[in-house]
C-alpha cells in the first residue's frame, strides 16, 4: 500500500484528493493537513507520498519543508516560477535522502495534458497563437498555472521553428490585448458556473485551429494525481518532475 499524506486537505481540491486517496485500493490515507496543521506530522516512517494543493503563496515553503523531511511530493499548487522550481531543485541536491522525487504539475486532467501537449505540436506550423482560459471565479491566480506552462510550451516551438513575431496592428493602449507570457498573448476569464477550461487558437491566412480543454469538475483532476503517486511510489524518478505529461508515453 502506498502511504499518502494531504496538504491542504480542507480545500476543494484537497478534500477531493482525500476522497480519491481513500477509494484507492492500493492507497492508504497516512495523514490529512489543512490550513493550521502540523507538517511536521509528515515524515518518510508514515508516509511514502505528500500531495500538495494548498495556495501559492504558501506553497514553496510547504515543498522546502517535506523535502527537508525526506518526503517525496507530488504537488498541484499552481504560482511556480524559474527561480522557485531552482529552489526546489537546490533543495532535492541537498535533501537527506539521494533517490526524493518531486513532480509540480499545473494539471492533471488528461484533457488539459494533451490540450497543452497538442498545442506546443502544432505551433509551430502556425502564424499566431492566443491562449484563453476560463475558470470559477473563486480562483486566486491569473492566469491559471495550466496556461502559463501552455504559453511557455508554445513560445518554445516558435522559438525552434524560427517564427517571426506575431502580427498586430494594434495601437496605443493595448491591455485588452491579455497578458505576453513568452510572447503570447493569454486571457483569462473568471465566471461563475465555469470550473477549468483552456482554449487554445493557432492562425495561419484563411485557417484557424482550436485546441479546447474542459473540466466540468474535479474529479478531472483524480486519476492524474494517483497516477502521479503510483509513479513517484514506484521510484526512478528522482529530482524534480515538471509537467504530468513527463508520466504519460506521448
Ligand atoms: N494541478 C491541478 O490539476 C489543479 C487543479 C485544480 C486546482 N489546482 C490548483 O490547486 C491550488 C488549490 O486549489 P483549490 O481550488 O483546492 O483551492 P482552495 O482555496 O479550495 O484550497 C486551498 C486550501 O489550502 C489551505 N491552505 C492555505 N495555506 C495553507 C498552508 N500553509 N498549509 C496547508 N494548507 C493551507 C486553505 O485553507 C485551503 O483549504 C490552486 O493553486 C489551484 O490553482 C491545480
Ligand atoms: O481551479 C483551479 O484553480 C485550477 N487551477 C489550475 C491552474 O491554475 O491551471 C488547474 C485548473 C484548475
Given at each position: ?41 509528515i ?11 494548498t ?87 491569473a ?31 493595448a ?8 510572447g ?62 513527463q508520466?504519460?508515453?506521448?
Amino acid at each position: 500500500m502506498i502511504r499518502v499524506a494531504v496538504v491542504g486537505a480542507q480545500g476543494r481540491m484537497g478534500s477531493s484528493v482525500v476522497e480519491a486517496v481513500k477509494a484507492a485500493d492500493d492507497m492508504v490515507l497516512s495523514a490529512s493537513v489543512g490550513s493550521t496543521g502540523e507538517l511536521s506530522d509528515i515524515r518518510t516512517d508514515s508516509t511514502d507520498v505528500a500531495v500538495e494543493f494548498t495556495v501559492p503563496s504558501a506553497s514553496l515553503g510547504n515543498v522546502l519543508t517535506l523535502i527537508g523531511q525526506g518526503v517525496d511530493l507530488v504537488v498541484g499548487t499552481t504560482g511556480w516560477t524559474q527561480e522557485k522550481l531552482d529552489q526546489v531543485r537546490q533543495a532535492l541536491a541537498t535533501a537527506p535522502r539521494k533517490d526524493q522525487a518531486v513532480c509540480i504539475a499545473p494539471n492533471f486532467a488528461i484533457s488539459a495534458v494533451l490540450a497543452d501537449y497538442f498545442a506546443s505540436k502544432a505551433a509551430e506550423y502556425f502564424t499566431s497563437a492566443e491562449v484563453i482560459e476560463l475558470h470559477h471565479p473563486d480562483k486566486v491566480d491569473a492566469p491559471s498555472g495550466t496556461a502559463i506552462h501552455t504559453a511557455q510550451a508554445i513560445g518554445q516551438a516558435r522559438r525552434r521553428a524560427r517564427l517571426a513575431s506575431m502580427p498586430d496592428g494594434t495601437q496605443g493602449e493595448a491591455a485588452s490585448r491579455g497578458q505576453l507570457i513568452d510572447g503570447v498573448p493569454v486571457h483569462a476569464v473568471r465566471l461563475q458556473g465555469l470550473n477549468a477550461h483552456e482554449e487554445i487558437l493557432l492562425g495561419n491566412t484563411g485557417e484557424q485551429l482550436t485546441i479546447r480543454a474542459d473540466s466540468f469538475d474535479r474529479s478531472s483532476f483524480m486519476p492524474g494525481v494517483l497516477l502521479a503517486v503510483r509513479t513517484i511510489a514506484a521510484g526512478g524518478h528522482e529530482g524534480l518532475t515538471v509537467g504530468l505529461d513527463q508520466f504519460l508515453d506521448l
